[in-house]
């Protein structure tokens, strides 16, 4: 099975920076499209930015100009940077990936999102 790590959440007081890591292991894999989506409390998922495997971007209307999405995928990883954070910023922050996962003879076996287990993001001073 393919795992998602989150890291690099916190506390951070508002106007400053953080960037988060999602990195994928566990299986033959390979990456389509990564996301990450943020959930505050009383408050409905919302994305936040997601990559295309042909690098294309996608921003949450909240979040432009202010975030970057990027992905490496010698490391099957990607990360968000956040900056000029807002104290409406706060919220547990979830990785996702569209995975397509392989035998260890390269037949492909399924497709399927998987979802890091989330990291918080508090912005306060």
């Known amino acids: 099975q393919v795992q998602l790590v989150e890291s690099g959440g916190g506390l951070v007081q508002p106007g400053g920076s953080l960037r988060l890591s999602c990195a994928a292991s566990?299986?033959?894999?390979?990456?389509?499209?990564m996301g990450w989506y943020r959930q505050a409390p009383g408050k409905q998922r919302e994305l936040v930015a997601k990559?295309?495997?042909?690098?294309?971007?996608d921003y949450g209307d909240s979040v432009k100009g202010r975030f970057t999405i990027s992905r490496d995928n010698a490391k099957n990883t990607s990360y968000l940077q956040m900056s000029s954070l807002k104290p409406e910023d706060t919220a547990v922050y979830h990785c996702?990936?569209?995975?397509?996962?392989?035998?260890?003879?390269?037949?492909?076996?399924?497709?399927?999102?998987?979802w890091g287990q989330g990291t918080q993001v508090t912005v306060s001073s």
């Open positions: 996702k990936a569209n995975v397509v996962m392989f035998t260890d003879y390269g037949t492909r076996l399924s497709e399927d999102d998987v």
């Open positions: 566990g299986s033959i894999f390979d990456i389509k499209a």
């Open positions: 990559i295309r495997a042909d690098g294309t971007t």
